[in-house]
């Protein structure tokens, strides 16, 4: 069965692209001659039901895994062997589908350590910690920017899960990112977060390019310009919801239950 | 809007949330107390025993610098500060040089090996890395015992004081106590230093929460090594001290043994704790002090020891004070 491949928009090039991506785990093939293609002010939806590979792909794209076969280009850059500290440095940001904060810190000191680095102040170990006192004008911006200036003060451990992701989120864009990768930025929020959520994704993707893995269908729908749907490690279909949401093997692999 | 929330922030808030008055107060105060403690010390009690404990206090102190503040079980540290005793003592015998010359070529040293250890190192986890530092820390041994400046089983002996900075002489007893308090002050403020700068802000990051730390772009392995390299610097600082107060350099301090004997010091203590190192090395040499002259085996009481913590003490008898009803109540976990 042959993939088939993303279509290009004109002359846009891609942000983040990958071809022939696979990645084998023993006798398994989690991912199998994936390609995609990411561009600049767009949210790209990558779906598919439990165990497609969509989060190995994640992890692939930002190198936390090494692919077996394949390339990855960023913004021109070929970062198949690079490291995933670089590739975030390069501008390749990512979330992670269980809650990654820093449990033990406030929710400003979440921020702030996000935005240390960017801002040169991240190998001083003879400064005091007051060095970073001119980070929180920034930090409370985003944390405005994301509604969590309420809880600022909080440990990001006592935050509900919702807010987590949220919290993320806020540390995610702190950096910047060319590339924004989010692991199910929505799973286990209430509908007004997910509103939110769905909000602010959208207005960040204006000035960068957007990939998450995403279960809610309706705000896929909604909010991604493109989608593209993974099967048993091999993408199945790609295109814009409504062309792909018609495309009768997506509808019986996976959308067509999800809508009942 | 972010203008508006800027102006809000404490800007005399020493740690990440934020302290009360009566709290830094409180702090400065025990601060004195310590540091009068540390003053009149000599003329209550035999200096040459507070002398041992700063040396072994600052080693332990460095040591919780690693497995306390980056979360690494260092089974090698013996290396850096038994190593550094053979560079600061060679050096000040065979070369000649000053003796504050000498301790830092034992610091450095210390550092040189941190370097090297830690490269091979850092990038395993757990007991893997544990058994790397050991292993590493055994063919140092190894090399002491057979290389020809160490003098193998003799050591190096009878090491000159000499005079620091050309006029302080310290075969005096005082002049000499003074020089240890200094180092170990100065030591210890810079373990301070670095566990709370933006360096330990993100050391503190990773402990957390290690991918995230690396999908903030973070090379995780180069932070773990800057602080591998630290924490064997001051104990370097610690073994060339130790070196020109007892005026030898031997095996005794690069074998697993005392590798093993810091970390019952820092466990005793309290790891992750400011305080808690200083208070087990005090606790352990003391034990052996006192053991030493009853005939008793002391590896027994050392072992039973470390047992009871282990089992019924955990956290530390800094650690335990801290979180207790009482440590709770004061917020002492924030400045023990």
Known sequence: MNAPSPQSLGEQRAVLSARGLSRRFGGFLAVNNVDIDVFHGEIHALIGPNGAGKT????????????????????????????????????????????????????????????????????????????????????????????????????????????????????????????????????????????????????????????????????????????????????????????????????????????? | ??????????????????????????????????????????????????????????????????????????????????????????????????????????????????????????????????????SLAQMFFFFCLQAKFTHGEDGIQSVPRGHLFGFIDLNQPIAMYYTVAAIFLIGVFIIWRFVHSPFGMILKSIRENEQRAISLGYSVARYKLGAFVMSAALAGLAGGTKALVFQFATLTDVGWQTSGEVILMTLLGGIGTMLGPILGSAIVVMLGNYLATTGFPVTIITGAVFMICVLVFRRGVVGELAASRIGRKFGLARWL
Request: a neutral charge.
């Open chain 1, 56 to 260: 190995t792909v994640f992890n692939l794209l930002t190198k936390f895994l090494q692919p077996t076969a394949g390339k990855i280009t960023l913004m021109g850059e070929d970062i198949t062997s690079t490291s995933p500290d670089r590739v975030a440095r390069m501008g390749l940001v990512r979330s992670f589908q269980i809650s990654a904060v820093f449990p033990h810190l406030t929710v400003l000191d979440n921020v702030r350590v996000a935005l240390q680095r960017p801002n040169g102040l991240a190998h001083q170990f003879w400064r005091p910690m007051s060095a970073l006192d001119t980070l929180t004008g920034k930090a409370d911006a985003l944390l405005t920017t994301v509604g969590l200036m309420r809880e600022r003060d909080a440990l990001a451990a006592d935050l509900s899960y919702g807010r987590k992701r949220v919290l993320e989120i806020a540390t995610t864009l702190a950096l910047d990112p060319k590339v924004l990768l989010l692991d199910e930025p929505l799973a286990g929020m209430g509908q007004e977060d997910i509103t939110a959520i769905a909000g602010l994704i959208r207005s960040v993707a204006k000035t960068r390019a957007v990939l998450m893995v995403e279960h809610n269908l309706s705000v896929v729908a909604d909010i991604c310009d493109r989608v593209t749907v993974l099967q048993r490690g091999e993408i199945l279909a790609a295109g814009d919801y409504a062309t792909v949401s018609q495309d009768p093997q997506v509808r019986t692999a996976y959308m067509g239950r999800e809508e009942d």
């Open chain 2, 1 to 134: 809007m972010a203008e508006i929330h800027t102006s809000t922030v404490p800007s005399d808030a020493l740690d990440d949330r934020s302290v009360s008055k009566a709290e830094i107060t409180a702090r400065r105060l025990a601060l004195i107390a310590g540091l009068l403690l540390l003053l009149v010390a000599p003329f209550l009690i035999y200096p040459v025993f507070i002398m041992k404990v700063l040396c072994f206090a600052l080693f332990a102190a460095a040591f919780n610098l690693l497995i306390g503040y980056t979360g690494l079980l260092s089974f090698g540290h013996a290396a850096f500060f038994g190593g550094a005793a053979y560079f600061t003592a060679h050096s000040v015998k065979e070369w000649g040089v000053p003796p504050e010359l000498g301790i830092l070529i034992g610091t450095a040293g210390g550092a040189a090996l941190g370097l090297i250890m830690g490269f091979f190192a850092i990038r395993r986890q757990g007991i893997y890395f544990s058994m790397i530092t050991l």
